[in-house]
């Protein structure tokens, strides 16, 4: 068995914090959840934007912890919407987001990223995480974790929302945490 650890996740996205429990408890890593809101940077940059969020995040909670984001990368559009992922999302909705990028674009493929920026009070350590998709002509599965219900995974006949925790054996988040998970091990031996 694992050493048992513990790390600060700052999201006020209960889904994620979800993902990411079920994802690092088996390596014997407890998430303990901080909703502490923070204003993200809007910056099609995401490097920037975890960096921007984890030294607020920081100043405030003054402990060691990590931030995400995660979006989506649609190379015919020079990679937007990326870190205005939310933005996007939030304007467009399902119907319209797949409706636009899957059923009139002229190419539906997409990578979906997961970038986490990790303070241990002295440095930053980044992880990321990614896998390629395409955007679905229309919305599948369960709508309440934004965009999962229309991106596809390629070699997968389900988008993330029909997969439900079967997303966390693939998914991008899984990629990033796994290496969080590795360094953090790393730095208990």
């Given amino acids: 068995m694992p050493a048992h650890l513990e790390v600060r996740f700052v999201s ?11 994802i690092l408890e088996p ?8 909703n502490l809101k923070i204003d993200e940077l809007q910056t099609k940059d995401t490097d920037k934007l975890v960096h921007d969020k984890l030294l607020k995040a920081f100043a405030e909670i003054g402990r060691p912890l990590f931030v995400e984001h995660t979006g989506l990368y649609l ?32 190419v539906k493929s997409a990578t979906a990223r997961t970038t986490i920026s990790y303070c241990d009070g002295r440095r ?17 599965g369960d709508r309440s974790f934004q965009w999962d219900c229309v991106f596809q995974p ?3 006949t389900e988008t993330f929302a029909e997969m439900g925790d079967r997303k966390n ?5 899984r990629l990033a945490l796994d290496k969080l998970a590795e360094f953090l091990e790393e730095g208990t031996r």
Avoid: C, Y
């Fill in 12 to 22: 006020s996205n209960k889904h994620k914090l979800a993902e990411a429990q079920k």
């Fill in 27 to 34: 390596a014997g890593i407890t998430v303990r959840p901080s």
């Fill in 75 to 106: 190379p015919h559009l020079n990679n937007l919407p990326g870190g205005l992922t939310q933005i996007f999302w939030d304007s467009l909705e399902a119907d319209r987001f797949s409706e636009l990028f899957g059923k009139l674009a002229p």
């Fill in 124 to 140: 930053i350590h980044d992880f990321s995480g990614e896998i390629t998709g395409s955007i679905t002509d229309n919305p599948r």
């Fill in 154 to 156: 390629d070699g997968q």
């Fill in 169 to 173: 054996d693939i998914s991008m988040r």
